[in-house]
C-alpha cells in the first residue's frame, strides 16, 4: 500500500473515532428516558397515572366500603380507616382525618358525602404555600437524606428546574464518603449548565462547603444546591457533620440555607417517617421530597408526612429524568388519590357516549 493510501486510510480511521466519540457524547448527554414507560423524560405524566398503583388500591377499598349496603356511619368510617392504613396513612393521621370527617358529616352517611368530605379534609392537611422564589443572591438550598432516596438525583433535577428558569447554578458535591454521588452530579452539571465544586473521594464535605460557598459568591451564582452525605457510622457523627456543614453555609452567606429539603423514598412508607425525625432534628428542614412516588402502592404516606413533621411536600420525584420534580400541588393530588377506579371511569365514559 503507497503511503497516500496510508495517509487516506489513518485519515479516515481518526475521522470515524471522532464521530464515534462525538455520537457516545451526545448519547452520554440525552435526557435519559422515563425508567416505568419508556417515554422521554421531557413528557411529564399526569399525576393521576403515576399515583395509578395508590389510587387503585385505596380507591378499590374505598368503594367495597361505602357501597356495602345501609350501614351505620361507625362500621362504614372504620373501613375507610383501614383502606387509609393499607394506603400508608397511618394509623394517627387516618384517625385524625376520619375525626374531621365526621364533624364535617354530621349525620350524613352516604358515599357521595363521605367520600368529598375525605377529599376535602385531605386538601386542608396538605395545603401548603408553593416553593419560594430565590430572593437572595446566592440562594442557598442544603438538600439531605439517607443514601438511596434518590437525594442526588433530586440536586440534579433541581439544578435542571432552576436553570430552566433562567437561574445560574452552582452544585456542591458535598458527598465525599460516596465517589460515585460526585460522578453522578458532574453529569447533571453537563447535562444543565450548572457549575460543580467537588474534591476528591475521602475529602472533608465541611472544606468542600467551603469552597462552594466562596465560588458561588466570587462567580454571582444565583442558586447554590448542596448535596450532603446521607451515610455516616454513627448518629453522632451525622449531628456534628450536618451541624458544622449548616454552620460553614451560614457563615459564608447571610442568611443561608434559605431552603433544606429533606429527601425521603416513598417506598419505604412509614418507615420514611423514622427517617424525618431523625433527620428533622438535625437539620430544621423547611420542605419534604417525596421521591419514587411512581413506583409504589404506597403513595399515602405523604398525608402521614405532612401531619406527623408539619413539614409542607415541596416536591414530588416521579421518574429519573431532568423533568420528573414536581411542584407538589394538594388538589391535584388529592384528586388523583380518590379518582375513580379505571373500571369506573372506563363504565362512565361509555355511558356518555350512549
Known sequence: MGAGAVALLAAGLAGAAGVAVLLWR???????SSPATGAPAGRPRPIGELLRAT???????????????????????????????AADVG???????????????????DAAAIRAALAAEMEVLLAAEPPPEPTAR?????????????KTTTVGKLAALHSAAGRRVLIVAADTFRAAAAEQLAVWAERTGA????????????????????????????VVLVDTAGRLHTRENLMEELGKVRRIIAREVVGAP????????????????????????????????????????????VLAVRQQLGVPVRYLGVGEGPHDLRAFDAREFVEALLAPAPREADGAALQNRR
Open 91 to 109: 394509623t394517627a393521621t387516618a384517625t385524625m382525618l376520619l375525626r374531621q370527617v365526621r364533624s364535617r358529616l354530621g349525620q350524613r352517611a
Open 55 to 85: 389510587s387503585g388500591r385505596l380507591t378499590g377499598q374505598l368503594d367495597a366500603a361505602l357501597k356495602r349496603g345501609v350501614r351505620p356511619l361507625d362500621a362504614i368510617l372504620a373501613e375507610v380507616e383501614e383502606a387509609l392504613v
Open 258 to 301: 434559605h431552603e433544606t429539603l429533606l429527601v425521603l423514598d416513598a417506598t419505604t412508607g412509614q418507615n420514611a417517617l423514622n427517617q424525618a425525625r431523625a433527620f428533622g432534628e438535625i437539620v430544621r428542614p423547611t420542605g419534604v421530597v417525596l421521591t419514587k412516588l411512581d413506583g409504589t402502592a404506597r403513595g399515602g404516606v
Open 138 to 150: 446566592p440562594w442557598v438550598i442544603l438538600v439531605t437524606g439517607v443514601n438511596g432516596v434518590g
Open 26 to 32: 451526545r448519547r452520554r448527554l440525552r435526557p435519559p
Open 195 to 222: 457549575d460543580l465544586v467537588r474534591h476528591a473521594a475521602g475529602a472533608s464535605p465541611s472544606a468542600v462547603i467551603f469552597d462552594g460557598m466562596r465560588a458561588a459568591v466570587a462567580r454571582s451564582r444565583d
